[in-house]
């Protein structure tokens, strides 16, 4: 059966774009713009990426200068884009819009000018740096608020009360305060605020992955991701379901959104999950709690392995190596709760005949992974991830270009392309709004040391206990994550959370990826379920039956980062000094990684009720319990974690064969 005719049969008559204006924040509420003014706006964007290409293969501008352009472009297409309410006018541009643009070429073309006379003040701040600075904090606060949210902006404007108003604060909260004068100039003036690491980040590596990603996505990769899915196992009992977690797992490497990767594969793996009898709240729920592990599924890691690695100091390459084998266990627990599920309901797969072949597959279209091996192999062999980047895009597209022409389809030419760096600028403008709002909290933090009173907090609450320390961090990754963007969420947490687990003699590396794990299943998390919302609208599902029967897939990952913050051995760290990362042999991970598997499966067991067989009350409590005790890797708690799941798989096969015999006997 051919590619094309599986694609009919699964349903697709769904048209992704439609889904995306409605389910993806940035897209829902951005103004659809035609004649000169949309124009403008399409030459605003391809200008960006240009910007951004070019100095990313022939070297970035002055930290201040590039930051600062990179804020021009962004704010000037957040303002073009984005109405100020939602019942905003959708296809005009306001004047007072304009007159915002206007002050924000002013208020960053003022740095970007003046990089040199503002460092020679040696902080003597006259009335117009501080004028420009307060209006600079107000553009970005409404900018993020249309972009992204009114969350982020919310949480900024707390902090920066906090920074001002610390005096009348009790106990370990409370600080010296500071002047609004001092508050201004710290966020406008220096790279620990508006400039700071966030947007530092966001002007180099995650825009240049977001190009990349757009590229990708002109050439076909998200398809043949899809039907390279299906191949491998549509013909598995929970068939489609467990398409939907793989496809989403290849997609999420390369996306930087939960939202996005729910939409793109979900249009067309709900369809037909539902179609082979999965009810829809569990359809939209699996491809939501799969898409959303694409944030921690190295390479990409939503580009917060980028911002990782300039708050820890620790080389990105170093950083995906050791995410590699928790991303892993996370689709490793979603597809054992999906696979159960199955077992459950008494599904089963498509016939082999309906699907593709993978030998096809791959001689037809392997080449567009391409791309993708040459990233990696540009990263393991020492390029700066900025530079891996640009070679990647320049290669997506001489194999786009290469293809159209060899095939004749006229698929990737100068239309595309400039489409693709259209689409690359425009997307990347609600993640540099929320990493420059997100500047405005750790400049907070640097200027009052807020992180190191949290952490104080949280472990005095804990009583310097590093489980409940762990589960106080988890609770606070999850809520301070709902409805931020990954690499906004990551710059919170590592701000706030981080720090008490590492005051705990946490590894560094373990503590700041098990912030950001918690912090992204806030995507799949009611009452903020973003993620999960997709999929609930694409099943045509309630929206918070879907958000916590996808909370309750991913439950049984829940387990992988609390046995990393124990044992940093199954992310492969030894220990990390000056941001110098030890890494053990691969070997040292596998009781590990043999503990985490059963831990996995006992509390999917306990969770969905069933292994081989539905459970009854005491197996169920039996699973937990195990899982529970697999959460500290050790000798004791995995031979009674293996003893319990062992006891029960055999006291249900022993159940089912003697029902087989009844039946026949009664027969």
């Known amino acids: 059966m051919t590619e094309k005719k599986l694609m009919t049969e699964s349903d697709v008559a769904m048209d992704v774009n439609k889904l995306m204006e409605e389910y993806d924040a940035d897209i829902s509420k951005s103004r659809k713009l035609t004649g000169t003014v949309g124009k403008i706006t399409s030459i605003l964007a391809i200008a960006m990426s240009c910007f951004h290409l070019y100095t990313a293969g022939f070297g970035t501008l002055l930290s201040v200068k590039q930051r600062a352009l990179h804020l021009i472009f962004a704010f000037t297409l957040g303002f073009l884009l984005f ?24 208020i960053f073309g003022y740095l970007f000018v003046f990089v040199e ?33 009114p969350e982020l902006p919310i949480v900024a404007i707390l902090f920066i009360l906090y920074a001002r108003f610390g005096p009348y604060l009790p106990g370990v909260l409370g600080h010296r305060g500071f002047s609004w004068e001092r508050i201004i100039s710290h966020m406008y003036l220096t790279l620990e605020g508006l400039l700071g690491i966030p947007i530092g980040v966001s002007a180099t590596f995650v825009f240049m992955f977001i190009l990349f990603g757009s590229f990708l996505d002109k050439t076909g990769v998200g398809k043949f991701f899809i039907d390279l899915a299906y191949a491998l196992t549509g013909h598995m009992k929970s068939g489609p379901a467990m398409t939907a977690v793989v496809a989403s797992g290849f997609m999420g490497s390369v996306s930087g959104s939960s939202v996005a990767n729910t939409v793109t594969t979900g249009a067309f793996t709900i369809p037909l999950m539902k179609k082979t009898g999965y009810k829809p709240y569990f359809a939209g729920a699996v491809e939501a709690a799969a898409s959303t592990g694409g944030q921690i ?43 159960l599920e199955a077992s459950k309901l008494g599904l089963k797969g498509l016939p082999k005949e309906q699907l593709p072949k993978i030998g096809k597959l791959m001689i037809a279209n392997g080449y567009l992974l391409s ?30 270009v290469a293809t159209s022409l060899i095939k004749k389809d006229n698929s990737f030419g100068g239309k595309e392309f400039f489409e693709a760096l259209e689409q690359g600028g425009k997307s990347a403008v609600g993640v540099a709004c929320a990493c420059a709002c997100a500047g405005l909290i750790v400049g907070t933090v640097t200027l009052t040391g807020l992180g190191l009173r949290i952490a104080e907090l949280i472990v005095t ?25 990954t690499t906004a969420k990551y710059i919170v947490l590592a701000t706030m959370a981080a720090p008490a687990l590492i005051k705990l003699d946490v590894n560094l590396m373990a503590a ?60 492969l760290v030894k220990e990390v000094v000056n941001g110098t990362v030890v890494f053990m042999p691969i070997f040292s991970a596998i009781p590990v990684v043999i503990s985490a598997v059963i831990g996995i499966v006992c509390l999917a067991g306990a969770v969905e009720g069933f292994l081989v067989d539905h459970c009854k009350i005491y197996e169920r409590s039996l699973l937990f319990v195990a899982a529970l005790l697999l959460l500290k890797p050790g000798l004791i708690t995995d031979i009674f974690g293996l003893a319990a799941l062992g006891l029960i798989y055999f006291v249900q096969k022993s159940r089912i064969k003697n029902k087989e015999i009844n039946t026949a006997s009664v027969g």
């Open 371 to 400: 791309p993708l091996v040459a990233i990696v192999f540009f990263l393991v062999k020492g390029y700066t991830p900025l530079l891996s980047a640009f070679y990647a895009i320049l290669i997506s597209m001489v194999i786009a």
């Open 117 to 149: 006379q503002i460092a020679l003040k040696g902080g003597n701040v006259n009335n117009m740096d501080l004028l420009l600075g307060a209006l600079g904090i107000l553009l970005t606060l409404e900018i993020t608020r249309r972009a992204v949210g």
């Open 297 to 339: 599924m190295p390479p990409v890691m939503g580009a917060a392995a980028f911002i990782m690695a300039e708050f820890t100091g620790i080389p990105y390459i170093k950083i995906v190596v050791a995410a590699a084998i928790p991303a892993i266990l996370y689709y490793f627990a979603v597809g054992t709760m999906v696979h």
């Open 83 to 106: 109405p100020a309410t939602k019942k905003g006018n959708k296809t005009k541009v306001s004047i007072l819009d304009y007159i915002l643009i206007g002050l924000n070429v002013i």
């Open 461 to 485: 609450l804990a009583q310097g206990k590093l489980l409940l320390t762990l589960f106080f961090t988890m609770i606070a990754s999850i809520i301070l994550g709902m409805g931020l963007p």
């Open 512 to 571: 700041h990826l098990f912030i950001l794990y918690f912090g992204v299943i806030a995507d799949i998390t009611p009452p903020v379920a973003l993620a999960a919302y997709a999929g609930a609208g694409i099943a045509g599902a309630n929206a918070m039956k879907t958000g916590f029967q996808a909370v309750k897939l991913a439950l049984a990952a829940f387990i992988v980062p609390y046995i990393f913050a124990y044992d940093s051995s199954l992310i």
